[in-house]
């Protein structure tokens, strides 16, 4: 909007976004797409409506994107189309993503980014992961030095026992010597990230049980507060809107 400051323009994007991919509206995605098949000069909603269409994307929508990666005619939007490949919803568009970034089309400087991004995919992050373990010599070959730490600093965020238990015993035997340092925060964070998982885990199944915060707080040894804060987390990352429907959830069969 003519006359918006910087930050009215980078809070419109986030809101857009917002309601799009956390809120699923299917109003503000079906805007996201009219944003992107008729243009706009805003590059916050242009951001915005690329990663909301990517987040609930296609097959048609990911070779749109891999095309708008080539046929960009400057290099935000080359960028732009390039890291969305990262945020598609399905398997085999992150599996389609790393590989492209293996490809040889992408730049070697821009395709550790984009593997980061894969890995820091929320459902598909450890397939990113699995993939990138396999060609770890090809990757190091390839991408500049000082970018490798940096491409797998999203691996603090793979969270559970197993694939935590297998990204700290490869890089106990794969360090990375020109970030040593980073690497080693990155692990620590990781296994922070375990225990929070591991805790959370243990205050839902409290929650399910149908003991309040103080009830839980004691239980566990820890805070009101702390118990509140883990509650909140719980009903952000499942979508549910109440404790009940939250123990609802945990007592749902799985498929």
């Given at each position: 909007?003519?006359?918006?400051?910087?930050?009215?323009?980078?809070?419109?994007?986030?809101?857009?976004?917002?309601?799009?991919?956390?809120?699923?509206?299917?109003?503000?995605?079906?805007?996201?797409?009219?944003?992107?098949?008729?243009?706009?000069?805003?590059?916050?909603?242009?951001?915005?409506?690329?990663?909301?269409?990517?987040?609930?994307?296609?097959?048609?929508?990911?070779?749109?994107?891999?095309?708008?990666?080539?046929?960009?005619?400057?290099?935000?939007?080359?960028?732009?189309?390039?890291?969305?490949?990262?945020?598609?919803?399905?398997?085999?568009?992150?599996?389609?993503?790393?590989?492209?970034a293996?490809?040889?089309?992408?730049?070697?400087?821009?395709?550790?980014?984009?593997?980061?991004?894969?890995?820091?995919?929320?459902?598909h992050?450890?397939?990113?992961?699995?993939?990138?373990?396999?060609?770890?010599?090809?990757?190091?070959?390839?991408?500049?030095?000082?970018?490798?730490?940096?491409?797998?600093?999203?691996?603090?965020?793979?969270?559970?026992?197993?694939?935590?238990?297998?990204?700290?015993?490869?890089?106990?035997?794969?360090?990375?010597?020109?970030?040593?340092?980073?690497?080693?925060?990155?692990?620590?964070?990781?296994?922070?990230?375990?225990?929070?998982?591991?805790?959370?885990?243990?205050v839902?199944?409290?929650?399910?049980?149908?003991?309040q915060?103080?009830?839980?707080?004691?239980?566990?040894?820890?805070?009101?507060?702390?118990?509140?804060?883990?509650?909140?987390?719980?009903?952000?990352?499942?979508?549910?809107a109440?404790?009940?429907?939250?123990?609802?959830?945990?007592?749902?069969?799985?498929?």
């Amino acid at each position: 909007v003519d006359g918006d400051d910087d930050l009215r323009a980078k809070l419109r994007g986030l809101l857009l976004g917002l309601l799009a991919t956390l809120a699923d509206d299917h109003e503000a995605q079906g805007y996201c797409r009219d944003l992107l098949d008729h243009g706009t000069t805003d590059p916050e909603l242009l951001s915005a409506a690329t990663l909301a269409v990517a987040a609930s994307g296609t097959d048609a929508d990911f070779d749109r994107f891999v095309e708008g990666f080539r046929t960009a005619a400057t290099p935000q939007d080359m960028l732009r189309c390039l890291y969305a490949l990262a945020e598609f919803p399905e398997q085999r568009h992150v599996e389609r993503a790393v590989e492209f970034a293996f490809s040889g089309e992408v730049k070697t400087q821009n395709a550790p980014f984009l593997i980061h991004r894969c890995i820091a995919n929320r459902a598909h992050g450890n397939v990113a992961w699995q993939m990138l373990r396999r060609r770890w010599t090809e990757a190091n070959e390839r991408f500049p030095s000082n970018t490798i730490v940096r491409m797998i600093d999203p691996v603090k965020l793979l969270n559970t026992d197993n694939v935590s238990a297998d990204v700290q015993a490869f890089f106990s035997e794969h360090p990375i010597p020109q970030g040593a340092t980073t690497l080693d925060q990155v692990l620590e964070r990781q296994r922070v990230n375990v225990a929070v998982r591991a805790r959370e885990h243990d205050v839902l199944g409290l929650v399910a049980e149908g003991l309040q915060n103080k009830q839980i707080a004691d239980r566990l040894y820890l805070s009101v507060r702390t118990v509140e804060t883990h509650v909140a987390r719980l009903l952000q990352r499942t979508g549910c809107a109440d404790r009940s429907e939250l123990a609802a959830h945990l007592e749902a069969p799985t498929a």
